[in-house]
């Protein structure tokens, strides 16, 4: 699960054209580490990948690349705002996971941790 940070800091502050290039960098990230496949956008600024037979050290791997992919955009970067996105994963539990939403959940309460870090050292992205 992936989620935009600053983004009404973004929007609020250099406009809503701004803030689209921010989603739309954020999923050019997501786009040179998983397949258009398995990428969903689930609301303005978040996007879930699905992998299928996926181990927990390929995925380290990938949420690796994909943060390397994030910090080449920010080098490369010519417009008026920073990248960055808090992510999170989780792994299906055969056995313990009965339905999609439990690994989603976990995922998704893993992005929040990340992003809670994010903001206690960026307090002036944080939502105003």
Same mark, same amino acid.
């Given at each position: 699960?992936?989620?935009?940070? !600053? =983004? +009404?800091?973004?929007?609020?502050? +250099? !406009?809503?054209?701004?803030?689209?290039?921010?989603? +739309?960098?954020? *999923? !050019?990230?997501?786009?040179?580490? $998983?397949?258009?496949?398995?990428? $969903?956008?689930?609301?303005?600024?978040?996007?879930?990948?699905?992998?299928?037979? /996926?181990?927990? @050290?390929?995925?380290? /791997?990938?949420? @690796?690349?994909? =943060?390397? *992919?994030?910090?080449?955009?920010?080098?490369?970067?010519? =417009?008026?705002?920073? =990248?960055?996105? /808090? *992510?999170?994963?989780?792994?299906?539990?055969?056995?313990?996971?009965?339905?999609?939403?439990?690994?989603?959940?976990? @995922?998704?309460? @893993?992005?929040?941790?990340?992003? %809670?870090?994010?903001?206690?050292?960026? %307090?002036?992205?944080?939502?105003?």
């Amino acid at each position: 699960v992936f989620d935009v940070n !600053g =983004l +009404k800091r973004i929007n609020d502050t +250099k !406009g809503h054209e701004m803030g689209d290039e921010l989603i +739309k960098a954020a *999923a !050019g990230a997501i786009k040179t580490v $998983f397949s258009e496949d398995e990428i $969903f956008r689930t609301g303005g600024d978040e996007f879930t990948v699905i992998t299928e037979n /996926s181990a927990d @050290a390929e995925i380290q /791997s990938n949420m @690796a690349a994909f =943060l390397e *992919a994030v910090d080449e955009f920010n080098k490369e970067n010519t =417009l008026d705002f920073t =990248l960055s996105v /808090s *992510a999170g994963y989780a792994v299906f539990e055969r056995g313990e996971d009965k339905e999609y939403k439990s690994v989603f959940d976990r @995922a998704d309460k @893993a992005m929040y941790e990340t992003k %809670e870090a994010f903001y206690k050292t960026h %307090e002036d992205m944080r939502r105003k």
